[in-house]
């Protein structure tokens, strides 16, 4: 897609401001990462679950660049209604003689990096799903204009990434046109980056990038990008780690030669697993980049999805930042996120980039597809096209199911394969047995029918106020009385008699 400036409509409400500036009423300092920000203390959260709100990065010729000016459009900080959360687009253009489109992503997930540096500002998330804080106490401080954050975070880009030779900010906090932004600009230079991968597998390349970002709040996350396994929190693929350790091959993105492969199936290689360890210290020894269940990813806390497996049904869910119901498993996004982050291996549980969904090798080791049951509409509907067509309409949606047992149902209904045993297409393994106990209440059910056809005469039951009396067939002078029983009846079917009977 042909990267352009924006153009400015006309008549909207514009702010501009040029040049560095040279004092800031805020500090500036990794000590401020990891500042939580909490809804008492928000002056106003602009983007995160209640806003649209997105950040891109756009390489542009120096010529187009403007170097450090800021536009805004739309309300500034001090004319936003305080306690309220606000729509939110950061976008930068950059130049330099080695920025190209390749390194966009790289440079745009810094900006979650910068922002944090910031005291009394908090960023999390990335792309379409970033949400921020600004604290009551920085505005008591000073702060009143987001073109003050705005050079505070270009500052920080040229200071930690000198490749950038020219930035320009446009910040805005106007609804419509963020929502038209993020629909018609951002969401096709998204989609474009990600789709760039595809024709791309893990056995083409020697190398795989890692990425070490999130280790500054979970200290033994190691992300490993792969073609075949972008990151989990969905802003860099294995093209960007490559443009990164080029212009950076000290940073946070750093060349992991393959080394042999051990399990090509679950995608374990020792190059991998050496690496992992260094950076982990110690704590993670193998990872598989394909499975689930054995020695899965690490997951820091960015990712955009969570895989969670149901026993119940033997099968992965998967749910995606945005959706604020429980998942059938009863818990919601944020509580599962509480359980699978912190940068460890979490069986049962993992985080994964919406870009994993396009994957040939998506969770391949322990099914790929077939071992999915349920996922939300709204995700299910964003990555369909990559669902095989045999397995699209069994997956299970929120309309479908919202607890275990209308999940059981459904996936009984439309015979999913993890009922009767889920057959791995990468090698024609079956590697789940099926639900052994629907067959074993199958089996039960045709015993109690033969025994029923055997023994056609039915107990005598009768109520009575001290207890429920039953005389069993066949043993005269034997009547069983049951006191103080509680009973409960889930269901009462009335049928009509056939006229014939
Ligand atoms: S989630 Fe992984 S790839 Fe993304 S910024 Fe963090 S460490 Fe890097």
Redesign the pocket.
């Known amino acids: 897609m042909e990267r352009r400036k924006i153009e400015i409509p006309e008549g909207v409400k514009t702010k501009v401001s040029v040049g560095e500036e040279l004092d800031f009423p805020f500090d500036i300092s990794p000590m401020h990462e990891g500042e939580r920000i909490r809804k008492g203390e928000m002056y106003v959260e602009l983007g995160g679950p209640k806003q649209p709100g997105f950040e891109l990065v756009v390489a542009l010729k120096p010529e187009e660049v403007e170097d450090m000016k800021v536009t805004l459009i739309g309300s500034d900080l001090d004319e936003l209604e305080e306690g309220k959360a606000h729509p939110y687009a950061m976008i930068y253009y950059v130049a330099g003689s080695q920025v190209d489109p390749d390194l966009e992503p790289i440079i745009e997930?810094r900006n979650?990096d910068f922002q944090n540096f910031i005291e009394g500002y908090m960023h999390l998330n990335q792309r379409y799903d970033v949400w921020v804080r600004i604290s009551k106490e920085a505005v008591k401080k000073g702060l009143n204009s987001l073109t003050q954050i705005a050079k505070a975070t270009m500052m920080l880009f040229k200071n930690e990434m000198p490749f950038i030779e020219k930035i320009e900010a446009l910040y805005i906090t106007d609804g419509e046109l963020v929502e038209k932004l993020l629909k018609e600009y951002a969401m096709p230079i998204y989609d474009e980056r990600d789709a760039r991968i595809e024709s791309l597998h893990d056995e083409d390349v020697e190398e795989f990038y890692s990425?070490?970002?999130?280790?500054s709040f979970a200290p033994t996350?190691v992300?490993i990008?792969s073609p075949d396994r972008p990151?989990?929190?969905g802003?860099?693929t294995w093209f960007d780690g490559r443009a990164a350790a080029r212009v950076d091959p000290e940073g946070?993105n750093r060349a992991v030669p393959k080394g042999e492969v051990i399990d090509p199936i679950g995608g374990e290689y020792t190059g991998v697993n050496e690496f992992a360890k260094d950076e982990s210290g110690g704590e993670c020894e193998r990872i598989k980049l394909h499975s689930f269940f054995e020695y899965p990813h690490t997951s820091?806390g960015?990712?955009e999805v969570i895989g969670f497996y149901m026993p119940e049904v033997d099968g992965i869910g998967w749910v995606h930042r945005g959706y604020g119901e429980p998942a059938p498993n009863g818990l919601t996004f944020s509580t599962m996120a509480g359980q699978t982050g912190g940068g460890k291996q979490i069986v049962g549980f993992l985080g994964v980039g919406v870009g994993y969904f396009r994957s040939k090798k998506f969770i391949q080791a322990d099914g790929g597809w077939y071992r999915v049951v349920w996922m939300p509409k709204e995700l299910k509907q964003r990555i369909e096209k990559y669902i095989p067509e045999d397995i699209r309409d069994k997956i299970a949606t929120e309309e479908d199911a919202k607890t275990i047992d209308e999940l059981k149902e459904f996936l009984k209904k439309v015979n999913h394969p993890v009922v009767t045993g889920v057959v791995r297409p990468v090698d024609g393994a079956k590697i789940t047995e099926g639900w052994v106990e629907e067959k074993k209440e199958a089996e039960v059910e045709k015993e109690e029918m033969k025994v029923e056809e055997t023994k056609p005469a039915a107990p005598q039951v009768s109520f009575t106020p001290s207890g429920i009396s039953i005389t069993p067939p066949g043993t005269p002078g034997i009547k069983l009385v049951i006191k103080n029983a509680n009973i409960y009846i889930d269901k009462i079917v009335l049928r009509k008699k056939k006229e014939e009977e």
């Open positions: 997930r979650h990425c070490t970002l999130c280790q996350n992300c990008i990151s989990l929190c802003a860099i946070p820091c960015c990712f």
